[in-house]
């Protein structure tokens, strides 16, 4: 199976949620006792990376010089 942005994806076995006023916070830790990331949050950062790096698009460009050279006065 892919995921959204085409990798292969392993199902994951589901989980049931933890009796309440269980705390498993080991699970959600690295082995450095850091927050460990969830899996799917190097594909947003890759989304939001290619979205960041697209150029302007030229209409963009030509707008923001029209409204760079109106005068001061005529803005709102």
């Keep these: 199976m892919k995921d959204f942005m085409g990798s292969e994806k392993t199902p994951q076995a589901n989980h049931s949620p ?3 006023g269980k705390d498993d916070s080991s ?17 947003l950062r890759k989304l939001y990376d290619s979205v960041v ?10 707008l923001l ?12």
Excluded: M
């Design 27 to 43: 699970s959600c830790r690295s082995n450095s006792g850091q927050p460990r990331k969830p899996d799917w949050a190097d594909g």
């Design 65 to 76: 010089a029209k409204l760079d050279d109106e005068p001061e006065s005529g803005r709102h």
């Design 53 to 62: 790096d697209e150029p302007l698009p030229d209409n963009f460009k030509d």
């Design 18 to 20: 933890k009796p309440h």
